[in-house]
């Protein structure tokens, strides 16, 4: 079974408007939170990431806002445009070898 | 920039042939690891290596086996290909060190159809 859980499976966005992805994890031995970012195409490549020690994290337009009581985390991308459509992939590790993956969002900005 | 190879970006084989999935990284990374992506399931790890001629079975390594006999390469071999084995493979790669913040980086895939 999936240990880390994510929605939605698809989302369209305006372009400038508000992009949220959201993931949700079981396993609280998990201590780093990263966020992968895939073109058609392509690999996934490394986005953004995230500590368990911070709630927030921001690099340039892509926020992630984590939340350890609820063991929830979010990606936001603000002022999304069209070169952002992609999929989104949540992950989380407790060790180097282990990343589990989310099952992926397909984000599309409409211009 | 850290590069990951692979052989093949699409490959079309037999129900039960042999298959040979290879990956090649330039950076000279400890780990190294095969993941097969399916729609509505993510990426799940089949197996990684964190030196050569060393494995670690992942979450799904039924059907599949690994061989790393240089620290830059890394293949991914199906015995005997099966059409539920029809998916897109991707190799990563890993610094290592064993932070859990080592960064994966991943080769472009291969999209492999078992007919």
């Known amino acids: 079974q999936q240990q880390v859980k994510q929605s939605p499976q698809s989302l369209i966005v305006q372009k400038g408007g508000i992009s949220i992805i959201n993931c949700a994890y079981e396993n609280t031995a998990f201590d780093y939170f990263p966020w992968y970012q895939q073109f058609p195409g392509k690999g996934p490549a490394l986005l953004i990431a995230i500590r368990p020690d911070v709630s927030e994290k921001k690099e340039g337009r892509f926020t992630i806002s984590f939340n350890k009581s609820a063991k929830q985390f979010s990606l936001h991308i603000m002022d999304s445009q069209p070169g952002d459509s992609a999929t989104y992939f949540c992950?989380?590790?407790?060790?180097?070898?282990?990343?589990?993956f989310g099952a992926g969002t397909t984000v599309t900005v409409r211009a | 920039d850290v590069k990951v190879t692979q052989s093949s970006r699409y490959l079309v084989k037999r129900t039960g042939e042999k298959v040979f999935l290879e990956c090649v990284q330039d950076m000279d990374h400890e780990n190294m690891f095969w993941y097969r992506q399916d729609p509505g399931l993510g990426l799940r790890l089949i197996y990684f290596s964190y030196d050569v001629k060393m494995k670690e079975k992942g979450d799904i390594p039924e059907g599949y086996s690994v061989s790393r006999e240089k620290k830059e390469r890394f293949s991914l071999i199906l015995e005997s290909a099966s059409t539920n084995q029809t998916s897109m493979y991707l190799c990563?790669?890993?610094?290592?060190?064993?932070?859990?913040?080592?960064?994966?980086?991943f080769g472009p895939g291969t999209r492999l159809t078992v007919l």
């Open positions: 992950a989380a590790s407790k060790r180097v070898y282990k990343l589990s």
């Open positions: 990563a790669s890993s610094s290592g060190g064993g932070a859990s913040t080592d960064t994966q980086y």
